[in-house]
């Protein structure tokens, strides 16, 4: 995609460049066999000839070296086998080496209006005491269906940080209508999973658990199961997000609709700054 300074980039380096701002040193991104050399080869950037050439262009020639640099953080784990979200997550195990980690969906583009939710979401480590956080945002009764939602009370002293009572993956709106509730929502509002999760590193022992264990749901291993497995035995904090906006760029029709609103979006954020 072509962003506001007209370089092109593809969709994972947008999300290299937000996770470095954030603060975040080591990435590590997970890939079917085979996929991590198409990765590696762009992050590797122009060959020393065509640096040259890109001499009279100031901000390409930048733009090519940070990707060199960029290279030298990421890291791939391979998942040999499809056995879902969850079990994808736990290949990066060796990577965590016993630290929390900061999960984002590859195929989506976070952006908020004044402050990164990459930076915001990673900024709840201070505040959680150990604790998992998982972004959330609101969702409406059709948009059920496609994400975790949660249920849980708002903390006191920041509206925004809740108390996580239960998690439940996809669920029918009945259910969601009687069992998931947070307080200061109008009906039929609810919270669902933004595609961001700081994960506390238990995470992978639970997966572990659950991968021994055969314990499945639709056929995979879900990370949401895992993730309400943490909440029942240590906690579990959600993060509200009210000013950021989550492109999905996973499906063709979604693509095509996330490819305006991300320039748009991008385009508002330079207006307001060079007001």
């Not at 945002?137 to 940080?161: C, H, M, V, W, Y």
């Amino acid at each position: 995609m072509v962003g506001p300074d007209g370089i092109a980039r593809a969709l994972i380096h947008y999300h290299l460049l937000e996770l470095i701002a954030a603060g975040i040193e080591e990435i590590c991104i997970i890939v079917q066999p085979g996929d991590d050399k198409p990765i590696r080869d762009y992050l590797e950037g122009p060959s020393t000839e065509y640096l040259h050439r890109l001499e009279k262009f100031p901000n390409l020639l930048a733009e090519a070296k940070q990707m060199k640099e960029l290279s030298r953080r990421v890291t791939f784990a391979i998942q040999h086998e499809q056995e879902g979200y969850g079990h994808a997550v736990f290949q990066t195990k060796k990577f965590s080496n016993g630290e929390r980690v900061l999960l984002c969906l590859g195929d989506h583009l976070f952006r908020g209006l004044t402050v990164s939710p990459y930076k915001e979401l990673a900024d709840t480590a201070l505040l959680s005491n150990g604790k998992s956080v998982s972004a959330v945002n609101r969702i409406g009764p059709g948009e059920l269906k496609g994400f975790g939602t949660i249920a849980g009370k708002r903390r006191s002293d920041n509206q925004r940080l809740i108390d996580v009572s239960l998690i439940i993956e996809k669920p029918e709106v009945s259910v969601a209508r009687e069992r998931l509730r947070v307080d200061n929502l109008p009906d039929d509002v609810f919270l669902g999973w933004f595609g961001m999760h700081l994960l506390s590193p238990s995470i992978y022992d639970i997966l572990d658990e659950m991968i021994r264990d055969n314990v499945r749901d639709n056929g995979e291993f879900q990370l949401t199961r895992a993730q309400e497995i943490q909440r029942q035995r240590e906690g579990y904090l959600a993060l509200e997000m009210l000013n950021a906006t989550r492109f999905d760029f996973g499906v063709p029709d979604d693509f095509v609709a996330s490819v305006v609103a991300f320039r748009n979006a991008h385009s508002e954020q330079v207006s307001l700054s060079g007001f």
